[in-house]
Every structure is written in C-alpha cells, then in structure tokens.
C-alpha cells in the first residue's frame, strides 16, 4: 500500500509538475557604478590608536631624513602617503572619526610633499620623472576615490596636488 502510494506521487509529480517561477526582472535605468581604480593600497602596519605607534613615526622621520636620492624620496613619500591612507580608512571603520581625519590629512601632506619633489625632479630632466609621475596620478585617483568630498581641508590638500601633477 505504502509503495502504491509513493508511485502515484512520483507518476502524478511528472504528469503534473508544480512550477515556481521567479519574477521577471524589470528593465531599470540606474547609473553603473564608477569603476575602481587599480592601485593598491600598502598594509599599514600599526594605527596611530596603538601605543607604540610613536616609535613607528620615529623610524619613518629617520628613514625621510637620511632619503637622499630624489626619486627614492617620491617613492618613500608617496608610500607613506599610501599608508596614512589605509590607517584612516580602518580608523573609520573603527568610528574613530577625529582621527582618521587628522591621519588622512598628515598622508595628503606626505603626498603634496611627494608631488612637489616631483616637480623638482622634472626640472633636473631625469627619465625616471614621468614614471613616477604617472605612478602619482595613479595614486591621486585612489586616493580622491577613497577620500573625496568628506572634509573640505583635505579636498584642498588634493587640489593642490592635482595642480602639481598637471
């Protein structure tokens, strides 16, 4: 009986099968979103939240002072510039507003200070300077992508740089 029973479901499941069908998908007009920007990012090593974050400032002004070679300094600049970057970004998600503010606006200066080595290193006719330039364009994108329109005094900081790329 009990074997009767399960072959008349399966003869009537495939005479008669129960259809779920999903709902069409309605065409809608949205703007695509932008396309990020292929440029990654360094890991940051400690946060300025950390209590030994002090002597990692300390190494990183040690390294900026005896950086002679200028293109290695745009290099070493635009690094720490990177790396102040993703400190902020993790400090947001951390609700640390104050700062990650005040981390991202010390790395835009590291950059504005990369930017303007740039210039001088044009200046010299080096070969390396449109390397590192295009690198720094690369780089200005990822950052106003990461950073853009949140606070008016790092807008102005990217502004500056944008000028000194041009």
């Known amino acids: 009986m009990r074997k009767r029973g399960v072959l008349m479901f399966l ?4 005479i008669f099968p129960i259809g779920i069908f999903a709902k069409t998908p309605t065409a809608s007009v949205s703007k695509p979103a932008p396309t990020p920007v292929a440029y990654d990012l360094p890991y940051p ?12 400032t300390i190494r990183d002004k040690i390294v900026d002072l005896f950086t002679s070679n200028p293109e290695k300094r745009v290099e070493f600049l635009l690094l720490m510039a990177d790396k102040r ?5 993790l400090l947001m998600e951390k609700e640390n507003e104050e700062l990650a503010r ?5 790395g835009e200066k590291y950059f504005l200070r990369a930017t303007e080595e740039l210039v001088l290193l044009r200046k010299r006719n080096l070969e390396s300077g449109d390397r590192l ?26 502004m500056q740089i944008e000028q000194n790329l041009r």
Request: hydrophobic share 40%; aromatic share 8%.
């Open 45 to 56: 090593g400690i946060l300025p939240d950390h209590p030994l974050y002090f002597l990692k």
């Open 11 to 14: 003869v009537l499941s495939l």
């Open 102 to 106: 005040s981390t991202i606006s010390k």
């Open 85 to 89: 970057l993703v400190m902020g970004r």
């Open 133 to 158: 330039r295009e690198r720094l364009r690369t780089a200005y994108k990822k950052h106003e992508e990461v950073v853009g329109g949140k606070w008016k005094d790092i807008d102005q900081l990217l």
